[in-house]
């Protein structure tokens, strides 16, 4: 099973609602076993990353036919994949409207 339909499947419980305690924890491993894995079998690059509040490394990986992860990374080296999918799209930022 790859990491991709694990994380997928695990997305689409947890979502749906039906997620319970017999169901998996989300695909996690050493940070470089997972990168190099989005890097040679889906062709993905990092795009993004912040710092969450809980002290997690979030990045987004992107790959060349818009296919994405979502990875949270903690400083032990372990990362998760929180969420994978498909046509992502990044926009430029905004300006607000103008309320008038």
């Known amino acids: 099973m790859t990491i991709r339909f694990a994380a997928a499947t695990a997305a689409i419980l947890v979502l749906s609602g039906s997620a ?4 998996a924890a989300p695909p996690c491993g050493q940070r470089s076993d997972i990168v190099g894995q989005l890097a040679e079998r889906h062709g993905e690059q990092r795009v993004a990353l912040g ?13 060349p036919e818009g296919g994405w992860t979502l ?15 498909e046509q992502l799209q990044l926009t430029q930022p905004q300006a607000p409207a103008d309320p008038a």
């Open 20 to 23: 319970n305690a017999n169901v």
């Open 51 to 63: 710092l969450a509040q809980n002290g997690q490394v979030m990045e987004l990986w992107v790959g």
């Open 71 to 85: 990875l949270a990374s903690l400083p032990t080296g372990v990362s998760c994949v929180v969420a994978v999918g």
